[in-house]
């Protein structure tokens, strides 16, 4: 007997009232969309190795079952790091740095950066065959580790100058469009590097090495004009790039696209406070979901409030409050079939947002572990 179309009263008149009762129940569990609620920890793997397996020790002791982090080198040490990632009970989602030099000819060099942005290589110019090659043995290594990789986001952050060289640093920026484009020269090249991170989606998911793994279209920034004109760099929107992407033909060879928010709202009562978190939220999804976008699901593989000022240890309140209106937007955007995953920014290592200090958890562990059934 299916769930769906399935009337209750049809169901006391075939086996009485208990039983509607009971199937009802298992088909609302069956309808409950899930959502892939995770961590991240960048750089994981450059750690010693000690630390490292502490490090995934205490992500498994937190109740932690998804972790994103950097495929960083030296990259022989990834499958272990994964192996033992995934003999403690959580998946990876594995971040390739499109901005290595590995994946570039000898004579690309960065684009300087800021006291904001890192420097880094122009997108366009990455060679795809290097990239190729580095993947098929990846892909090898994995296999031979007996490791499973839950999901591969390409690049990070494409759609701006923090991580993409395509975009130039400038004390004039601004927030770019596309099309139509009031900087020719520049966009350019933003959407030569679009077009050959279209190709590189390509390359992978047509190597045949992806097996069940997912693929992830990198984490696109949500930002805004003023931001952009503090740090000092240029950006497209989310919005404009996944729509490019799209019309490139990316969206035929990935899983899902994926975007980047963190949002803030002003100390003026608790609703105004809800309200900004929640509308900043919702913001960064739709330009995740644009319309044209192939129907791809949204993954926010990485949200976090920063912590308040002088909660280094011990439970941050207000934080975890904000948190946690983030955290009812992206349950309820998942039953609605918007959001597909959301990681928090970030488990250590950042002395703004890290959320594990002086040997404990700051906020709630519903914020990085998966909801209960």
Partial sequence: MSCPGTKPSFLKRLAGAALAVLLTMRCAAEERPRIIIGVNRPALVSLPEKQWKATIDKLSAAGVRYLRTTADPPYERVPAM????????????????????????????PRPGNHRLFASRPLAQLDIARFSAFWSEHRKRIREAGARVFAYQIGNEINGAGFNGDYPISHDAHLLSLPPCDAEAICADVTAGLRT?????RAVRESGDLGDSLLIAAGMAYTTNRFVREVGGYFISAADAVQELDRLGAGQYIDAYAIHVYPWAP??????????????MDLAAQECMPPGNGGKPCWITEWGIRRTPGSECGFDFKRNRRSLDGLEYIQRSAHKRRLAAAFYFTWDAHPNFAIENCGELTIDPALITEPRP
């Fill in 267 to 280: 100390d003026i009562g608790r609703q105004a406070e809800h309200d900004g978190i929640q509308k900043w």
């Fill in 197 to 201: 991170y279209s190709e590189i989606l």
């Fill in 82 to 109: 994964v192996r033992y990632a995934n003999d403690h009970g959580i998946e990876t989602v594995l971040i390739i740095p499109v901005w290595a030099q590995d994946f570039y000819p000898p004579g690309v060099q």
